[in-house]
T-cell receptor, first 114, second 115 residues
Framework: AQSVTQLGSHVSVSEGALVLLRCNYS??????LFWYVQYPNQGLQLLLK??????LVKGINGFEAEFKKSETSFHLTKPSAHMSDAAEYFC????????????FGQGTTLQVKP | GAVVSQHPSWVICKSGTSVKIECRSL??????MFWYRQFPKQSLMLMAT?????????EQGVEKDKFLINHASLTLSTLTVTSAHPEDSSFYIC???????????FGQGTRLTVV
């Protein structure tokens, strides 16, 4: 079985500050890991994903995440927050053999203050 | 990039009626599609896996007779909410898995309000 825990349902940062959204996962098989962003009343947009290979993954809009197997973590970071980054962020996990069937974390609302 | 289209984007229906939501992969074939449900301020929960040409696989606790899924072609899956009630009001999102690349892409979601 797989599960995802996002620490902090709400994160607030100032514009220009570092963004750190935490995600820990549990999986009995090698995981595929994802970060999605959702704007109000919209679907999900893929920010980045880890499948195999390099553990530091770079995504769109300046976001990146590092897969740390020893810590079962996949935290999302961005060096400098923009007002447009304010949204809901979801971490998700799937089994490599069944991509598309995603288990989502609870979500983290990112607020960016001017 | 790959596009998945959901229709309608939003719908309001009366209690007791049925509503059909379509999920189409526009530029790739999708043997498998997934239906998720999202309550306000909550995460997405997988409802069922839709398989082209066969019965859908429902997650535990999801009523298959209430949420009818049909995947009649490689580019279209439909979710029908039968005898809708206000508690069925939610945001429904589909994703389609590209049969060739195995990547999955999300639709834009459908906001269902039952009054």
């Amino acid at each position: 079985a797989q599960s995802v825990t996002q620490l902090g349902s709400h994160v607030s940062v100032s514009e220009g500050a570092l963004v750190l959204l935490r995600c820990n996962y549990s999986s009995s098989v090698p995981p595929y890991l994802f970060w999605y962003v959702q704007y109000p009343n919209q679907g999900l947009q893929l920010l980045l994903k880890y499948t195999t290979g390099a553990t530091l993954v770079k995504g769109i809009n300046g976001f990146e995440a590092e897969f740390k197997k020893s810590e079962t973590s996949f935290h999302l970071t961005k060096p400098s927050a923009h007002m447009s980054d304010a949204a809901e962020y979801f971490c998700a996990v799937s089994e490599a053999s069944n991509t598309g069937k995603l288990i989502f974390g609870q979500g983290t609302t990112l607020q960016v203050k001017p | 990039g790959a596009v998945v289209s959901q229709h309608p984007s939003w719908v309001i229906c009366k209690s007791g009626t049925s509503v059909k939501i379509e999920c189409r992969s526009l530029d790739f074939q999708a043997t498998t599609m997934f239906w998720y449900r999202q309550f306000p301020k909550q995460s997405l929960m997988l409802m069922a896996t839709s398989n082209e040409g066969s019965k859908a696989t429902y997650e535990q606790g999801v009523e298959k007779d209430k949420f009818l899924i049909n995947h009649a072609s490689l580019t279209l899956s439909t979710l029908t909410v039968t005898s809708a009630h206000p508690e069925d009001s939610s945001f429904y999102i589909c994703s389609a898995r590209n049969s060739g690349t195995n990547e999955a892409f999300f639709g834009q979601g459908t906001r269902l309000t039952v009054v």
